[in-house]
């Protein structure tokens, strides 16, 4: 009876893998189609370099610790973050929710939020190389901010991006179920993008803020989405203690709301015409 | 007196283009209230990252507080142009190329070009539009500068300028989706450039300073028109903006006219 319960699971997780396997090879296919669209979006992404070339022609950045060359570290590192971190659920389920194509998706024994998740996560694969490639070409007209993270720090750094991208994919989804109550919910994420870009370190690391708003950004879950993975793959010191359980709270707080708040959701569904 | 006809045509015809695209966003109730949020708190994200920069020195590329002030003002303004026009407009060509809608657009005895760039018009360009003007106001009272009429239409005249070169790029990007169909992430990299548009150009590193002024002209956009209202712009800089922004218009015109002779519609 073990035995077969044993081999029952283990089919049961062998077909989970199959199901993920095979919705990474299609979305990855599908991204590939489009890698001239994902090479604009990759260039789309240059706030922080933005950010970076204001920065450094300002006295303001030995005030809170930094010299030129770990401050171009530090936004580099943002820039390399903001690309792996790129989330679109809200827009897609918007025109998935207004065409109703959720209906197929509905009948598939996978839970939707993995289709979502592994197009993510597939386009990242895809946007590598030329993420490679716009650091190079960096590099090579800016020599002197050239840097290599160890394989320690480096292996950490993808895996808080990872996080990162984890923490920000369920932000869009919780409130991307709200596209179920309105029809237009696209509008929000331009809300969403407020907090993201002021609070999250992208327009000048955290240390520069007042120590206030520093305290309270650090509550809210955007410096775990870009300071913290760009600190690490910068391999820089903190100048200030970072509560990590304040990222682990806020992991299973959204996982949990964002489990009910599908369910909530989707019994608004009505599929087109309705 | 023809021509005449033809203006009070096309004035009639926007008349009911914007009236009717009104109506149908006043159906979204919600996002008024979304869009005035997000402006609110743009603003107040704008100005504290500007005052960090204030923190240290006390000027910015040269720009003092004031004056850059006038500087978020206009980009404020051009972001409402934004929000209203291009945004709405330019978006849907590339949806009309993809679903072949674009053929309906051309048989219509209008101006395609006209059509397609003022169909729409969203008023949740509003906010931002209020929020603009009252910065420039503040920039100018608080920081003690006198303006006379003369330069009130010149920085007018500048900023007019600044948008005809701004709606020829995003609709040169957008007719190239005849070619390339998907083109919509163009528009973004469009946008994320035109963000440097936020503070004064001396405030950036003196190799990229050419690239924002001629490439791709973010300086006409914001800092030309700031200068301009506070009577500081070079003359010469000021005649470039004039060209640059008559050279991109007709450009966009021809070019549109010539991309449409590579359209074939959908599924052909």
Same mark, same amino acid.
């Given at each position: 009876?073990?035995?077969?319960?044993?081999?029952?699971?283990?089919?049961?997780?062998?077909?989970?893998?199959?199901?993920?396997?095979?919705?990474?090879?299609?979305?990855?296919?599908?991204?590939?189609?489009?890698?001239?669209?994902?090479?604009?979006?990759?260039?789309?992404?240059?706030?922080?370099?933005?950010?970076?070339?204001?920065?450094?022609?300002?006295?303001?950045?030995?005030?809170?610790?930094?010299?030129?060359?770990?401050?171009?570290?530090?936004?580099?590192?943002?820039?390399?973050?903001?690309?792996?971190?790129?989330?679109?659920?809200?827009?897609?389920?918007?025109?998935?929710?207004?065409?109703?194509?959720?209906?197929?998706?509905?009948?598939?024994?996978?839970?939707?939020?993995?289709?979502?998740?592994?197009?993510?996560?597939?386009?990242?694969?895809?946007?590598?190389?030329?993420?490679?490639?716009?650091?190079?070409?960096?590099?090579?007209?800016?020599?002197?901010?050239?840097?290599?993270?160890?394989?320690?720090?480096?292996?950490?750094?993808?895996?808080?991006?990872?996080?990162?991208?984890?923490?920000?994919?369920?932000?869009?989804?919780?409130?991307?179920?709200?596209?179920?109550?309105?029809?237009?919910?696209?509008?929000?994420?331009?809300?969403?993008?407020?907090?993201?870009?002021?609070?999250?370190?992208?327009?000048?690391?955290?240390?520069?803020?007042?120590?206030?708003?520093?305290?309270?950004?650090?509550?809210?879950?955007?410096?775990?989405?870009?300071?913290?993975?760009?600190?690490?793959?910068?391999?820089?010191?903190?100048?200030?203690?970072?509560?990590?359980?304040?990222?682990?709270?806020?992991?299973?707080?959204?996982?949990?709301?964002?489990?009910?708040?599908?369910?909530?959701?989707?019994?608004?569904?009505?599929?087109?015409?309705? | 007196?023809?021509?005449?006809?033809?203006?009070?045509?096309?004035?009639?015809?926007?008349?009911?283009?914007?009236?009717?695209? %009104?109506?149908?966003?006043?159906?979204? =109730?919600? +996002?008024?209230? *979304?869009?005035? #949020? @997000?402006? /609110?708190?743009?603003?107040?994200?704008?100005?504290?990252?500007?005052?960090?920069?204030?923190?240290?020195?006390?000027?910015?590329?040269?720009?003092?507080?004031?004056?850059?002030?006038?500087?978020?003002?206009?980009?404020?303004?051009?972001?409402?142009?934004?929000?209203?026009?291009?945004?709405?407009?330019?978006?849907?060509?590339?949806?009309?190329?993809?679903?072949?809608?674009?053929?309906?657009?051309?048989?219509?005895?209008?101006?395609?070009?006209?059509?397609?760039?003022?169909?729409?018009?969203?008023?949740?360009?509003?906010?931002?539009?209020?929020?603009?003007?009252? %910065?420039?106001?503040?920039?100018?009272? =608080?920081? +003690?500068?006198? *303006?006379?009429? #003369? @330069?009130? /239409?010149?920085?007018?005249?500048?900023?007019?300028?600044?948008?005809?070169?701004?709606?020829?790029?995003?609709?040169?990007?957008?007719?190239?989706?005849?070619?390339?169909?998907?083109?919509?992430?163009?528009?973004?990299?469009?946008?994320?450039?035109?963000?440097?548009?936020?503070?004064?150009?001396?405030?950036?590193?003196?190799?990229?300073?050419?690239?924002?002024?001629?490439?791709?002209?973010?300086?006409?956009?914001?800092?030309?028109?700031?200068?301009?209202?506070?009577?500081?712009?070079?003359?010469?800089?000021?005649?470039?903006?004039?060209?640059?922004?008559?050279?991109?218009?007709?450009?966009?015109?021809?070019?549109?006219?010539?991309?449409?002779?590579?359209?074939?519609?959908?599924?052909?």
């Amino acid at each position: 009876m073990f035995k077969k319960l044993f081999t029952k699971k283990r089919s049961r997780i062998f077909n989970l893998y199959r199901v993920f396997r095979a919705l990474f090879i299609s979305q990855y296919a599908l991204m590939v189609e489009y890698r001239a669209e994902i090479a604009l979006w990759a260039i789309s992404g240059t706030l922080p370099l933005i950010m970076l070339s204001l920065w450094s022609n300002s006295q303001a950045i030995y005030s809170f610790g930094y010299n030129p060359i770990n401050l171009a570290h530090y936004f580099i590192s943002a820039f390399v973050v903001r690309q792996f971190t790129a989330v679109w659920v809200m827009v897609s389920l918007e025109e998935d929710n207004l065409e109703g194509k959720i209906s197929p998706y509905l009948l598939q024994p996978v839970p939707p939020i993995f289709r979502y998740l592994f197009s993510h996560i597939s386009e990242q694969f895809s946007r590598l190389p030329l993420v490679l490639l716009m650091i190079f070409l960096l590099f090579l007209f800016k020599p002197n901010y050239f840097w290599l993270p160890n394989i320690g720090s480096l292996i950490i750094s993808i895996g808080t991006i990872f996080i990162a991208f984890l923490l920000r994919f369920l932000i869009h989804w919780i409130f991307a179920m709200i596209c179920f109550f309105t029809d237009k919910a696209s509008s929000l994420e331009r809300l969403l993008l407020i907090p993201y870009l002021f609070l999250s370190g992208m327009i000048a690391p955290l240390e520069a803020y007042p120590e206030q708003i520093k305290q309270f950004a650090l509550l809210t879950p955007f410096p775990y989405i870009l300071y913290l993975p760009s600190k690490m793959l910068s391999s820089q010191s903190f100048n200030q203690t970072i509560n990590i359980e304040v990222l682990f709270i806020w992991i299973v707080v959204l996982s949990i709301v964002s489990v009910f708040t599908w369910r909530i959701g989707v019994k608004h569904y009505s599929a087109m015409g309705a | 007196m023809l021509r005449i006809n033809i203006i009070l045509k096309y004035l009639r015809i926007l008349f009911q283009f914007w009236s009717t695209s %009104l109506s149908i966003e006043l159906e979204y =109730k919600l +996002n008024l209230f *979304v869009e005035i #949020l @997000s402006t /609110i708190g743009n603003l107040a994200g704008s100005l504290f990252v500007l005052s960090m920069f204030y923190t240290a020195d006390n000027t910015l590329g040269g720009w003092p507080w004031h004056s850059s002030l006038i500087i978020l003002g206009f980009y404020t303004l051009i972001e409402s142009f934004t929000i209203s026009f291009l945004q709405p407009n330019l978006s849907r060509i590339v949806k009309q190329v993809q679903n072949g809608t674009l053929d309906f657009v051309l048989l219509k005895p209008v101006n395609s070009q006209l059509w397609l760039s003022f169909r729409t018009f969203s008023p949740y360009g509003l906010p931002s539009l209020i929020v603009g003007i009252i %910065l420039i106001y503040i920039g100018l009272v =608080k920081g +003690n500068y006198y *303006v006379n009429e #003369l @330069s009130l /239409i010149i920085s007018f005249v500048m900023f007019i300028c600044g948008l005809i070169i701004l709606y020829s790029l995003w609709f040169l990007i957008a007719s190239t989706s005849i070619w390339f169909v998907k083109i919509w992430n163009a528009n973004e990299v469009l946008r994320s450039v035109l963000i440097s548009g936020r503070y004064p150009i001396s405030a950036y590193p003196l190799a990229l300073r050419p690239i924002l002024t001629f490439l791709l002209p973010v300086a006409f956009l914001t800092t030309v028109p700031a200068q301009a209202l506070l009577g500081i712009a070079p003359f010469s800089l000021m005649m470039v903006g004039v060209t640059i922004a008559i050279v991109f218009f007709v450009f966009s015109i021809n070019f549109w006219k010539y991309a449409l002779k590579f359209y074939t519609s959908a599924s052909s």
